[in-house]
């Protein structure tokens, strides 16, 4: 089961967990990612972080993702989540749950489609703080977290 998700609505992380469990009565192992807003980011005290996307595109950039991670790992479902619009501090922004028969698959396939999100989902972020509001380049450390599965990538400025 895949499933993959944009929404502005926050998530009920057990639910979702569980409900991917559920779906599959292989399962022997749930790796789960969540992303939340963070207070500092390079040093700047942030307010708040805001993200879009271009609706379609992105579910589907996330789906070729999640159809590689099925590929390289053995993993029975996926499901994620990603927030866009105005996001507070210590609010949830993604939810990467993986489902295997093993704790190895479960967990390298979550790392992977997480460095995968990272730097090749079509999302913009602009940080909001006290100094004013800019927008979020990737970083180099995400396209090398990216190059360690053998996916060259070239997003940092």
Partial sequence: MVQVRIQTEDFDLSAEVAALHAADARVGAVAVFVGTVRQLDEGQALDCLELEHYPGMTERAIEDMVEQARQRFEIFGARVLHRVGRLGLGEQIVLVAVTAAHRGQAFQA??????????????????????????????????????????????AA
Wanted: aromatic share 14%.
């Fill in 110 to 155: 979550c790392e992977f489609l997480m460095d995968y999100l990272k730097t090749q989902a079509p999302f913009w972020k602009k940080e909001h703080g006290a100094t004013g509001s800019r927008w979020v380049d990737a970083r180099t450390s995400d396209d090398a977290a990216l190059a360690k599965w053998g996916i060259a990538a070239s997003n």
